[in-house]
């Protein structure tokens, strides 16, 4: 099940669909091999959502329904994005539909819209957002045991797609001297909790987003043997260990540990205590699977 909208053009305007399939290309992601579907994938944050150009209507209710308006002609390109999503999809996806109604002038027929459904408009990305989201969260929350869904609180997830989105902005500005390490969701063993964790490899210069635990790789020496060790620091012991050397880092709302300061961290970094082993503490979970939304009748109990 997805949320579809529909794109047109005022009636006689010249709007060539390779010009769309072009705006899309350049601005989205390279068309598939068959030359009809825009499938976005954003290694970043996880979201992911589709454009496509559709064959004419021959059903004479479709052409009723997408062909019939007195002002506007239909562009044949539809955008998709389903449901059962954490709401940032709809946070990233919607920026976007409204860049590419801006730039290339379009309206759009939304079929789930509560003000009008039937004919073409122009609304913005929250308006479009607020519509997906209302949908989403009802029917994750109707469907929460039957796709075996994990809540997780909106704020947490809205934050973590708000760190990683800017992850390539950061690099670029801070560039190779620092690494910037993602902001990682993943279910802990023992409790099922979905908590978040990112990495800090050999007290090199580093971001650090604000998360449940970091995974610390290091070398230490141990008679005449290297061996490499990986535990977990809490973010408590992060701070309580290391907090005097970082400092703020607007760009992403997190911490920077700069060069300076990772050189004087590096006995710090090799002798500190792990509050957890890494192996066995975690379990990957899948960002279909997650839902801001709580089961059905949790949501009763609430509004009660």
């Known amino acids: 099940m997805s949320f579809d909208l529909y794109f047109y053009k005022e009636k006689g305007r010249e709007l060539p669909e390779s010009e769309v399939g072009e705006y899309l290309n350049a601005n989205l992601v390279e068309v598939d091999e068959n030359g009809f579907q825009w499938l976005f994938e954003n290694e970043d944050t996880g979201v992911y959502y589709t454009f496509e150009l559709n064959d004419p209507e021959d059903d004479p209710e479709a052409i009723e329904l997408y062909e019939s308006f007195a002002s506007f002609d239909n562009t044949r390109f539809s955008f998709s994005l389903n449901f059962i999503r954490p709401n940032f999809f709809g946070l990233e996806a919607f920026q976007f539909v409204e860049r590419f109604m801006k730039d290339l002038g379009l309206f759009t027929l939304n079929p789930q819209s509560g003000i009008d459904s039937e004919n073409p408009t122009i609304e913005d990305c929250k ?35 708000a760190y990683n989105s800017r992850l390539k902005e950061m ?16 279910k802990q063993t023992d409790t099922g909790k979905i908590v978040t964790f990112s990495t800090w490899t050999e007290h090199i210069p580093n971001v650090f987003p604000s998360a449940d635990y970091y995974a610390v790789n290091r070398k230490r020496k141990k008679l005449l043997r290297t061996r490499d060790e990986t535990g977990l620091l809490s973010y408590a012991t992060l701070m309580q260990t290391f907090g005097e050397y970082f400092e703020d880092f607007e760009l992403g709302n997190c911490k920077i540990i700069h060069p300076e300061n990772a050189a004087k961290v590096a006995a710090i970094f090799n002798s500190v205590v792990f509050d957890e082993l890494l192996a066995g503490f975690f379990e990957p979970v899948d960002i279909e699977s997650l839902t801001n939304a709580v089961r059905a009748e949790i949501q009763i109990e609430i509004e009660e």
């Not at 909106?154 to 973590?160: H, L, P, R, T, Y």
């Not at 690099?171 to 993943?186: E, H, K, R």
């Open 127 to 161: 308006a479009y957002y607020e519509n997906w989201s209302n949908t989403n969260i009802q029917f994750s929350s109707t469907h929460f045991d039957e796709f075996n869904l994990v809540h997780i609180p909106i704020e947490k997830s809205n934050n973590i797609w």
């Open 171 to 186: 690099q670029n500005f801070l560039g190779d001297d620092y690494f910037v390490p993602s902001l990682i969701l993943a």
